[in-house]
């Protein structure tokens, strides 16, 4: 090979080798909330670091409550560490399968049809629903609103 060759490949062997040394590869942290206000949860395996609110995207729709202090997330970092993005909660202990979701909050319809069996009381006035289930449901949601993201 000539040597303009050579200098060709030893400088793209050099780009390669400076981009693939600065890659960080993102990585999957187990941690607890241990603050709400402002948000900041902590890492399993550390307590010095700290992963505060301004580092985390968390969905539209689900607020931490009082009832998730301590309790443990799955987080996913992006390269370098610079943003954690919310996952789940994970189940406990380690391996358990968790435990049954449930549906409580609002629906806001834009129209449709629902057919639902509901059970209550009515003293001759207002129908007080204490209790109910969906059997089905053919329309559009506007929005809907958890109040609750699973069994408590």
Same mark, same amino acid.
């Given at each position: 090979?000539n040597?303009e060759? #050579? ?9 390669? =080798?400076?981009n ?5 590869s $993102?990585e999957?942290?187990y941690c607890?909330?241990i $603050? #709400?206000n ?6 399993? =395996?550390?307590?010095?670091?700290h992963? &505060?609110?301004?580092? #985390?995207?968390?969905? &539209?729709?689900?607020?931490?409550t009082?009832?998730? #202090?301590?309790? &443990?997330?799955?987080?996913?970092s992006n390269?370098?560490?610079q ?9 406990e202990?380690?391996? $358990? %399968?968790?435990?049954?979701?449930h549906f ?13 069996t ?6 001759h006035?207002?129908v007080?629903?204490t209790?109910?289930s ?10 809907e609103m958890h109040? %609750?993201h699973? =069994?408590?």
């Open positions: 090979m040597d060759i #050579l200098d060709l490949r030893g400088a793209i062997d050099e780009i390669v =080798n400076q693939l040394g600065r890659r960080m $993102s999957i942290v607890k909330l $603050s #709400l402002p948000l900041d949860f902590i890492p399993e =395996n550390t307590d010095e670091v992963i &505060k609110e301004e580092f #985390l995207v968390v969905p &539209k729709y689900r607020p931490f009082k009832k998730d #202090l301590g309790k &443990k997330f799955v987080l996913i390269d370098g560490g943003t954690y993005f919310y996952l789940y909660e994970a189940s202990p380690q391996g $358990s %399968n968790g435990i049954p979701y409580e909050g609002t629906h806001e319809f834009i129209g449709g049809e629902m057919k639902c509901l059970h209550g009381t009515c003293p006035g207002d007080v629903v209790h109910g969906v059997e089905s449901y053919k329309g559009k949601i506007k929005d109040k %609750n699973i =069994n408590d």
